[in-house]
């Protein structure tokens, strides 16, 4: 339906970058280089316009039907569920969502939280669904950075954060107390695009999930 | 208000050209126009509604403590209508509507909680005939309203149900199958059905089902892969659609899509979309429901569909070579004792079907220049007494003429 046949994806600035670049130019999508994308931020190279976002913008261009296709971590998309179709698992970028207490605090298991638990996260939507899910009452502080500041000088109980090898929590003095879920880049796709432009989205959908299940 | 906002001519008129085209295409095929209230009271929608759709709704007690609530879709109310008012009503009777509908999530990127709807019900005809005139009507609505480019996907929720049935899983899988469906979350399927010990055709089809689209072909090479008679009768009768629409003139634009994820509690058969050119989603919906009038008391199958008329509004005016605006055709200023004969101009070009605009003063011809431009008219007439007027049309030099040579000029569209 569309009149160009050229198929858009947009992919995250930040951690996800190199490892997105690198499953493009695995599957034989795209070959390109963090700083030529850097400094165009727009590429079109073999049939494909790459669109380089900041990381919670890209379910925004993949919804609207800027991007066909999206590739942006699990945990953007608890936070901004949208009506785009969650296509594949693309295995890199693994993190986890955790709820982390001062390591001098009491807290452990639910049965040790204060009856309303005071957290300070940048996933207010997943912190507060989680809660709900456990019967918890929550206070949600929404931070933009540093949340691991937070607990430290008083603020909140504990946080919500996003941790990959746990170090910065450690390095903050603080401990996993739950898990509320584990993160790994995915593949997104709008509703439109797939139906409106089936064979030229679906053949780079294929050559992805190829290159996915070929590492395994 | 968030969500809510103002339409100014260059979009107000386009929305109400399209919803007037889209009504007349609907009239045309013998759907009678119905209007329900904007208010329905809770004990109606909460028959009709799901829970995140009821969720979803603007509620409010009335006077007399009533729970009622804003409407956020227009089908519910005509089932009320059509099991109420209308039951002594010979089926099937063919329905129209048009009007807002409100939901109190603004949806994350649109910023909408104030959308429009024009729809189509087609209430006790059951088959595959009733089926093709709906979704061929959807098509000729989208053709009428003036989208050049679409296509209409068609589906069928037997086809997933009978899936369903016949896949061995344990409940809460299936719940859990469900809910990734409905969020179109392939990944989280995936895993469900690969940590399940028990592989069956079914298993494969659940993985494979979202990606049959396309042609004839997809319904045999579904048809190998099913082993249920629920799907097997919704592949048939998808099969019978297919045709039905070819003779009505649409297999150019028809595509099936056995993947097709909708409601599936509401609907009970055959379901489509619409999506037009460069929209990242669909502009028309649509499907059989025929569970939804027994809640009301009076069973019967029924069908429709409605059309988002704010995204075929914003369609139209974002395409290449968005519609015209009517344009005004005459701005009559007058001076002196010219009031008069810029009345009767002004009521003869009326008559002749232009847009004219009588100033409410005197003005000299400086001024009425000035005026004429800030209207924005093709023409200037300039009355100043009875004999004769002042004719200025766009980019053209003034001329003196008497007012019905300049109204038969302009009526013959001469210059």
Known sequence: ?216 | MPGFRDLLPAEAEVLREAQESLLAEMRRWGYRHVITPLVEGMDVLQLGLGGEQRRRLFKFADGRGEVVALVGERTVPVARLVAGKLRAAPLPLRLCYSGPVLSTDAGRFQQRRETYQVGAELIGAPGPVADAEVIALAARCLEAAGIRRYQVDVGHAEFFHGIMDAVKLPAEVKAAVRAALAARDFVALEALLERTPLRSAEHELLLRFPALRGGPEILEAAGGLVRNRRSELALAELGQVRELLVTHGLGGVVNLDLGALRDFDYYTGVIFEGYGPELGRPVAQGGRYDGLLARFGRPAPATGFMVQLDLVAEMLTHASRPPALPRLDAAIAWSGDGLGTALRLGATLRLFGMRAVVDTESRGSGEARAWWHAVGAVNLIHCRGESTVSWTPRGSRMRRLPPEQVAGRLAAGLS
Request: charged fraction near 20%; hydrophobic fraction near 45%.
């Open chain 1, 1 to 216: 339906m569309k009149t160009h046949q050229r198929v858009s994806i947009a992919i995250p600035t930040g951690a996800l970058l190199s490892g997105a670049l690198k499953v493009l130019a695995r599957a034989g999508v795209a070959r390109l280089n963090a700083g030529e994308l850097g400094r165009q931020l727009l590429v079109d190279r073999s049939g494909l316009r790459v669109i380089l976002v900041r990381p919670a913008d890209v379910p925004a261009y993949v919804d609207h039907g800027a991007a066909d296709l999206g590739i942006v971590g699990k945990d953007i998309l608890w936070e901004t569920p949208g009506s785009h179709y969650e296509l594949v698992d693309l295995r890199f970028g693994g993190c986890r969502l955790v709820l982390a207490v001062p390591d001098a605090s009491r807290l452990d298991g639910p049965e040790t939280w204060p009856p309303l638990f005071r957290v300070a996260t940048k996933y207010p939507h997943t912190a507060a669904m989680w809660f709900e899910a456990q019967g918890h009452a929550a206070e949600l502080v929404r931070l933009h950075g540093s949340v691991e500041l937070a607990p430290q000088v008083g603020l909140v109980d504990g946080i919500v954060d996003l941790t990959a090898t746990g170090r910065t929590l450690s390095e903050n003095g603080l401990r996993i107390a739950a898990v509320l879920g584990e993160s790994t880049a995915r593949l997104i796709a709008n509703q439109a695009s797939l139906k409106t432009r089936t064979d030229a989205v679906q053949s780079v959908v294929s050559r992805l999930r190829e290159a996915v299940n070929d590492a395994r």
